[in-house]
């Protein structure tokens, strides 16, 4: 197992390097991100000035290693906008942001694992419906128009939650909820249909024959093996919760990365997008290899496999 | 569940088709396409996606003899008036007028063209070069399949709406330059999917005898690899058209789509935002039509997947 994982930890950094690249890449789509970044009304000296600050006139491979020594000391240079280090400003934002993604998390396990469970164990049931009812309404409601729903709903009709910020305690209950919704629908999916396949097993039914009762059943064994597809699942869920953040932390002006990576991209502020870009990579490959940490620990088949 | 030719209802099936090795291909299309139509006339949900869809589809084609209004014409006295059914609504307008007096009902016709456009075309090119890098390192194995693969991963580890929203903003608005983005930041998983597959199949029984019997590279690949791909592939198809309807109106939302000038579901959210409070059915009313989308496309993939995918058939589900 110690080799999985340190072949795990060498694949995510090569991985974080790769990214490095990709994002360096990226903002140079076009060829001048100098023209990108300058006013529309900027004259084509204004546009040579700002190329030669930003650096943007040095050759290719210059610009490149540059970048990259930055990068992977974490120096993104400084924010255009803010005037300040981009990476700094970043991790600023971070907790807003982590503290909104685990609460949209917590929401769509606590959820979603018992909704999907129940509906599994009892095919064809009213909790059935329910769980397939929600796990395709998870799929099918786009967050960003369910965060408007709800602000005109539980905000300007009923007045109980603030639709913006980050002040008072139940300020998060709309945020967390709108972006909880699309990994809810997920869970309850994989929860539901684990556990109809799961019961079906031989082992299950060699369980039953020894006459070990429902609930150690249902513990031992059906729990355990729906836990291995929802561990990986929760990993994936987290980068999308990060990607989801863009839109609603718009929508609800939560100071967090997301509303940040929105207001960088429109201000064609590129060292503080490609900061975030790399930084939330960073996360997002983090918790892959915190995952497949996870999995090796619950179930021995990858564990004593590699 | 009554079965459509009379049959003896025990006793071993003695026709000839009823022996695998015997059945030739045509024999084979036909019972499957068959067994598609019974399905989806007994799946209630396969049926329902399927119409909802078709009705999205027809929209886009006939928009023009659909929409009441040109959905690009403004009539400023008219801004922001509510649907027929409410106090100061008319049947002219049925689900009301945005705030610079155009047509809802028109724009969201209108708007299904550049969802289904970027769904239909974003979907095929993603597809596509998905197909062909994962055969490539599924068949070719060794540094080519590392390089593809660590591609492939690494577009895979950046959250993907970061990636989708950076180029957008550094490539500009256009219908094609969507259509671009999500067909190519969408291949990652085509290739992952392909590959993974192919995998899968080279290492199954029946390739292993079809080598056995001497069958060549091209023989396994089309008589075997490709017909088992058809259904995972269509499936996440599916699935991902759906998606990109979502992620282009997100991106629409952003300000980040096609031009303003173009009718489309998201910048329709994102024009009426700022009057939620005030006149809510100029930011909401274009998510339903992406719900109904949505709905059709997930309903109609779930029941794909039950048809083509035949692990899932066995288990009866």
Known sequence: ????????????????LGVIVLVFFLVRLTGDPARLMAPREASAQDIAELRALMGYDRPLPVQFADFFSGAIRGDFGNSVHY???????????????????????LFAVLVGVPLGVIGGSNPGSIWDSLARGVGLI??????????LIFILVFSVNLGWLPSFGRGHWNSIVLPAVSLGLFPLGQIVRLMRSAVLEIRGEDYIRTAYSKGINDRRIYVAHVF???????????????????????YIETIFAWPGLGRMIAESVAARDFPLVQAVAVFTSLVVVAMNLLTDVAYALIDPRIRYDK | MTSEQPQPASGPDLSPSADPLLEDERGRV??????????????????????LFMVVVFAAIFAPYIALHN?????????????????????????????????????????????????????????????????VAGFAGGRVDNV?????????????LLIVVVVAAVVGRSLVNVVLIFGITDAPLFVRITRGEVLRIRNSGYVESAVAIGAG??????????????????????????AMIFYEAGLGFLGLSVPPTIPSWGNMLAAGRQYLASTPWVATYPGFAIIFTALGMNLFGDWLRDVLDPRLRRKGR
């Open chain 2, 217 to 242: 590279r091209a023989r396994i690949l089309f008589d075997h690899i490709l017909p088992n791909l058809v259904g995972p592939l269509i499936t996440v198809a599916t699935f991902e058209m759906s």
């Open chain 1, 83 to 105: 005037r300040a280090p981009a990476m700094a400003l970043v991790v600023t934002r971070l907790p807003a942001t982590v503290e909104l993604a685990l609460s949209a998390l």
């Open chain 1, 1 to 16: 197992m110690q080799r999985y994982l340190l072949s795990r930890a060498v694949q995510s950094v090569l991985l974080l």
């Open chain 1, 138 to 147: 998870g799929q099918t409601v786009p967050n960003f128009w369910i965060a």
């Open chain 1, 224 to 246: 355990r093996n729906a836990a291995i597809p929802l561990v990986s699942m929760l990993g994936v869920q987290f980068g999308y919760l990060l990607g989801g953040s863009i």
């Open chain 2, 71 to 135: 959905p690009l014409q403004q009539d400023l006295t008219r801004s922001r008036q509510p649907p027929a059914w409410r106090d100061g609504g008319s049947w002219e307008y049925p689900l009301g007028t945005d705030s610079l007096g155009r047509d809802m009902f028109s724009r969201i016709v209108y708007g299904s063209r550049v969802s289904l456009t970027v769904g239909f075309l974003g979907v095929a090119i993603a597809l596509s070069i998905g197909l062909v890098l994962g055969l």
């Open chain 2, 148 to 160: 593809i693969m660590g591609g492939a991963n690494l577009f895979l580890a950046v959250p993907y």
């Open chain 2, 30 to 51: 036909r019972r499957a396409l068959s067994y598609g139509a019974k399905l989806l006339l007994r799946d209630k949900g396969g049926m329902i996606g399927l119409s």
